[in-house]
């Protein structure tokens, strides 16, 4: 494994983690868990951000527990 030198950023499009911001995640290093009864070998499906937090709207303070969201399919 190689070392991390300099400058690094942990990229990400997860905006509804409270850790996104500008499609950079804002900690300095994650956990990156297995998924549970995976085994097709596609990143997707092996790997989770163990580090995810739930943000809050900041516009009126509710969670986004109430929102809906599409699934995102593999292409």
Request: charged share 20%; glycine share 6%; net charge negative.
């Amino acid at each position: 494994m190689s070392e991390m030198n300099g400058n690094q950023a942990i990229g990400c499009n997860v905006s509804s983690c409270k850790h996104f911001n500008d499609s950079k995640c804002t900690l300095s290093n994650i956990q990156v868990g297995a998924c549970t009864n995976a085994s097709t070998g596609i990143a997707e499906d092996e790997t989770l951000c163990m580090s995810y937090e739930r943000r809050e709207d900041k516009s009126d303070g509710k969670s986004l527990d109430n929102m809906v969201f599409s699934p995102i399919l593999p292409i």
